[in-house]
């Protein structure tokens, strides 16, 4: 099997249009430290158990960005990114004076000229609530309106959730993520309730004046692994679990293929609440998936165990580069991905900002990360041509963070931490990246 190394194009990257918004991500749990300080979510749970961590770690101090933000912000600043897509922790909003670490972190990002992007759920629940419960869609509303209260002054841009598809998959049909729970399809109320919290959040960021709305939701092509019907029906039903169901709720206000009528509650009169209109639609993106029909046995596959039981089996996709997680680099995916969208949703689809794309790979002279980068920027940029309306562009991640149950192992990041000393160091693609911006503009 052939395993080439992705090498970037000594071609110049295509001019993006005027406006075009770059930035990096980050998310609370993954960053932020200071677990004392906040109450504890449902990762500080998980990650107490052993076993449910590769290397035994925690979050309880990751970047220490808590304590460490306005040197985070000098290098977002110093790397000349438009905006920086960071979370909101919900359990450090509900403590004693969290909030003031997010009035203090968006005051330090608007004086650098940075914009900031916060989401307001990027997995890490108060760990007295539980996405199985309707409540829990309710109390996210009354949070969000506390947040846009106090930064709606200064913050322009908002997503409400990220990844509903994977902390609904993930942690509750398949236990590899927090809270842990293995309901596999019986978790379908999580995503219900994930989407109805979507809308809800909408909502309340409207009644607070807020006029740039989106989600960051997951998607990826899914490809059969032949065209015999067994596979094309298995890739058919993955297409729909990880793209469809997520994303028909709130562009087209409604399941698809009867799955409404698994869903709890007064589904019809929720999808109204789930459609609001959204000002740009935000995708994560990582690789195509392979998937062919079940073969009977439990697959390893992106760190995840598929257990044999599910109606598919995910393939491996060869003679393509992987990441150390991995992961297929796929670039003309995110090409075809996007123009999937536009043909299939048509003018229900809002413009679109990509506000995920990365790759893990070790060490600070990362040539791996930046030919990743250089190929996906490429390919965005002929989404583009072939008309998608994308508006926007965030490399995951700033810095090497907790990657949740991987631990420290993966490193996404285009500044290196070490963290034992919480020293950081600016990587090779890191200096890329800044140079790409520099040239767009």
Known sequence: MIRRMATASGDPIPTFPSGFLWGVSTSAHQIEGAAELREPSVWDAFTAEPGRVKDSSTAATACDHYHRYREDV???ADLGVDAYRFSISWPRVNSPGGLDFYDR???ELC?????????????DLPVSLDWLERDTAARYAEYVQVVADRLGDRVKKWITINEPAEHTLFGHALGAHAPGKRLMFDALPVAHHLLLAHG???QALRASGAADIGIANSHGPTWPASREQPDLEAAAFYDLLLNRLFAE???LGEYPDGLGELMPGDVAADLKTVSEPLDFYGVNYYAPTRVGAPQGTEI???GLTIPAELPFSVREIEDVPVTDFGWPVVPEGLTELLTTFRDRYGDRLPPVVITEN??????VHDQARI???DGHVRALHQALAAGVDVRGYFVWSLMDNFEWAEGYVQQFGLVHVDFTTQERTKKDSYAWYRSLLRAQR
């Not at 004086?111 to 997995?123: D, E, I, K, N, S």
């Not at 990365?358 to 060490?363: F, T």
């Open 74 to 76: 000098a290098l977002l």
């Open 105 to 107: 972190l968006v005051d």
């Open 111 to 123: 004086a650098a000229g940075v914009r900031p992007v916060p989401t307001l759920f990027h997995w």
């Open 200 to 202: 809800l959040g909408v």
């Open 249 to 251: 709720p709130i562009l």
């Open 300 to 302: 390893e596959f992106g």
């Open 358 to 363: 990365g790759c893990s790979y070790e060490g």
């Open 371 to 373: 030919a990743y980068l």
